[in-house]
């Protein structure tokens, strides 16, 4: 009995240490969406106006609402998406904290570069989305106006469209961290990725003509252009990666023969 209590309390106290940082993340998430509500609710940030930034020099009359709750609903949604960003170094540090105990030293040297690049490209993906793609994707959509033709957008549908932009150029730009990832536990060989620049430049192309609305020629080459050159970061990332890689794996067999 002594002996299975001993065997379990091991586990146990994981679980006690998991309830605690989950308790720690869900704390700063919710103060995080509690202060940005607040924030936005106090006009202090003005969500509804920057997310119409883009649209605005292209558009001929005022954005509307066709439902009451849509102000509601998006100043909630930026809310929890703005705690969301200001908790995530609380969550990243419980996260690390849990897993750093059962990763390897030169593990441990990869996941704090990783997590930086992560979060520094998933901005800067954002961050040309707004910058440049919207612009140019809505000068081009709303360029077929005409006199007899007033576009009257949602406030609703463009929150959701400038988000869901954003969002998906966040996303794309962690290809490198991906690749970076793969090839540190030896899924994926720079050699390989070379060999198949040609077939990668293609799918750069299907995918930025998926994420990219009403398929413009000009956002499509906003996001081709961007993702084939992390395609080439990613080679470079890769190799470098494998080569440290090896030479580890060479030194331990050294060592054990």
């Known amino acids: 009995m002594v002996g299975t209590n001993q065997a379990e309390m091991p586990f146990l106290d994981h679980l006690e240490e998991l309830r605690w940082r989950l308790f720690r993340v869900a704390l700063a998430i919710a103060i995080g969406v509690g202060g940005a509500f607040l924030l936005l609710y106090t006009k202090q940030v003005d ?21 009451p709750s849509d102000l509601f609903d998006i100043v909630m949604n930026a809310s929890i998406a703005i705690g969301l960003v200001v908790a995530s170094p609380v969550i990243v540090w419980q996260i690390w904290g849990f897993l750093s105990p059962a990763l390897y030293g030169h ?9 930086v690049g992560a979060a520094l490209l998933f901005f800067a993906g954002m961050t040309l989305a707004y910058v440049y793609v919207l612009p140019v994707t809505f000068a081009f959509l709303l360029g077929f106006q005409s006199a007899s033709v007033k576009a009257m957008l949602t406030v609703h549908e463009l929150s959701g469209f400038v988000i869901s932009m954003c969002l998906a150029f966040g996303v794309v730009f962690e290809m490198p961290i991906v690749i970076l ?5 030896g899924i994926v060989k720079p050699q390989f990725l070379s060999k198949f620049r040609r077939h990668a430049f293609v799918g750069c192309i299907i995918a930025a003509a998926l994420i990219t609305p009403g398929q413009d020629p000009t956002s499509l080459a906003l996001l081709t252009a961007p993702l084939y050159l992390l395609y080439e970061l990613s080679i470079g990332l890769s190799r470098l990666v494998f080569s440290r890689r090896e030479r580890r794996l060479a030194a331990q067999d050294d060592a054990t023969a």
Do not use: D, F, S
């Open 181 to 185: 990832l793969l090839t540190t536990i």
């Open 47 to 67: 969500v509804i106006e920057l997310l119409a930034r883009p649209v605005k020099p292209y558009m001929q009359g005022p954005l509307i609402v066709t439902h």
């Open 107 to 115: 593990e441990k040297k990869l996941v704090i570069p990783m997590l």
